[in-house]
């Protein structure tokens, strides 16, 4: 099995409850992947405790079967429609895929 994990650090917001309202909608648009891509095996999204933070600030793990189902999972519609919210809101990303 493939695991993708992903760390988004959240633009800079004048008001906390603006990027509290940026982070409830990311999360639930990531979830809902889960209903609408045959090739995602899991998800879980966090957030990070505090709002005020340098480190990151939402984290994305997910399970493929394959690295074929992974390049399907990217090029998805749905997903792709996720990533472009993703690169309104987001300041920054890192990810690593491994086996496990």
């Known amino acids: 099995m493939i695991k993708h994990v992903v760390l988004f650090k959240i633009k800079e917001v ?3 409850e ?3 309202n940026i982070l409830d ?3 639930d648009k990531l979830l809902a992947l889960k209903d609408v891509i045959n090739e995602l095996k899991f998800i879980e ?3 990070h405790y505090t709002l005020q933070s340098q480190s990151f600030d939402i984290c994305l793990i ?5 690295l074929e189902d992974l390049g399907k999972y990217k090029i998805h519609p749905e997903h792709k429609k996720v990533l472009d919210y993703i690169l309104v809101v987001t300041a920054d990303r890192v990810a690593v895929d491994f086996e496990f």
């Open 14 to 16: 004048v008001a906390i």
């Open 18 to 20: 603006e990027k509290q």
């Open 25 to 27: 909608e990311l999360k």
């Open 45 to 47: 999204v966090g957030t």
């Open 62 to 66: 997910t399970h493929f079967d394959t």
